[in-house]
């Protein structure tokens, strides 16, 4: 994947910011009984579409992930490239940061979901007669739920999105109801970035770190909220609030692990460090929002679990 700098990557999350085995993983190809009944015309906010879309153009990795849970894959035909999740989408050069809109309209799509409204692409399209649903990023779990069933509803999949967005509200409930009860709370610090770029609990993976009872070292640089939940700490900050975990969300794009985390000037002496409580996780899965935040928390909560209570 192409390097991502935090600071694009935490304004792409503002902005527009897993499952078990079987959500995780490309949905079933074929349709349903109760998808081949789909009844169109189908409504979602100010969209109507008249009849199933076939050619469906996804600029967003987390609609993309969402579309092949669901059993829609086989109607998307062509998605932007950073889609890399599952490895048979039909990868393009379209970008979804920034959208072309005579590029996508060269696919002949019949519906374009995107994450944000950069260069007004909505307006865009819109003229040109083709679709648009916008998925923004998610700041709550809900958020992801309602996403999902609402793709359902588009691509004529309403059961299966409700089969995977129940999976994935059953699957939470059931890791965070193993978590021991703790009187002292674990502190953590998620990293964006080298540059210590982080996300507070406001925003969408704030909150799944809320849900596992832990409090975020970055919420007081950003408590009123001008930086839109993504603040950059320093060096010092991190230091002296000495967090009790350390998540990586750069470990892919910028190669960082414990060892590179322990060599930072002042870093050694961290309870994290210390106690061998550096986590990396994939860039990718922490910056979507889709089935696979199960397999995120997952991760989480099995690093926090090895700590006594």
């Given at each position: 994947m192409n390097r991502r700098t935090p600071r694009l990557f935490a304004a792409t999350l503002a902005v527009a910011a897993l499952a078990l085995g079987a959500c995780a993983e490309k949905a079933d190809d074929k349709p349903s009984a109760g998808t081949a009944a789909a009844a169109y015309p189908v409504t979602v906010g100010a969209l109507t579409l008249d009849k199933r879309p076939e050619k469906i153009v996804s600029l967003s990795p987390t609609a993309t992930e969402m579309l092949f849970a669901i059993g829609a894959g086989p109607q998307v035909t062509a998605v932007d490239?950073?889609?890399n999740y599952p490895a048979d989408a039909p990868k393009t050069d379209l970008s979804g940061f920034q959208p072309n809109?005579?590029?996508?309209?060269g696919k002949s799509p019949d519906l374009v979901v995107l994450a944000n409204d950069t260069n007004k692409i909505v307006d865009q399209l819109t003229k040109l007669k083709i679709p648009v649903?916008?998925?923004?990023?998610?700041?709550?779990?809900?958020?992801s739920y309602r996403q999902i069933t609402e793709l359902?509803?588009?691509?004529?999949?309403?059961?299966?999105?409700?089969d995977v967005a129940t999976r994935m509200k059953d699957d939470i409930t059931k890791l965070v109801k193993d978590l021991p009860q703790r009187t002292t709370k674990l502190t953590y610090f998620h990293e964006l970035g080298p540059e210590l770029y982080s996300a507070t609990s406001k925003t969408f993976i704030g909150s799944l770190y809320s849900q596992v009872g832990l409090t975020n070292i970055a919420d007081p640089a950003d408590a009123d909220g001008k930086n839109g939940g993504y603040p950059q700490l320093s060096q010092e900050f991190v230091v002296k609030a000495n967090p009790d975990f350390v998540f990586l969300a750069d470990s892919k794009c910028c190669q960082q692990n414990a060892d590179s985390?322990?060599?930072?000037?002042?870093?050694?002496?961290?309870?994290?460090?210390?106690?061998?409580?550096?986590?990396a996780l994939d860039d990718d899965i922490a910056s979507?929002?889709?089935?696979?935040?199960?397999d995120l928390l997952r991760v989480i909560i099995d690093a926090v679990a090895k700590v006594p209570a």
């Open positions: 490239d950073q889609s809109a005579e590029a996508i309209a649903y916008l998925t923004p990023a998610a700041t709550t779990l809900d958020d359902g509803t588009l691509t004529g999949h309403a059961d299966q999105a409700d985390v322990k060599a930072r000037s002042g870093w050694a002496g961290l309870t994290a460090v210390k106690n061998n409580q550096v986590i979507r929002w889709g089935p696979r935040v199960v």
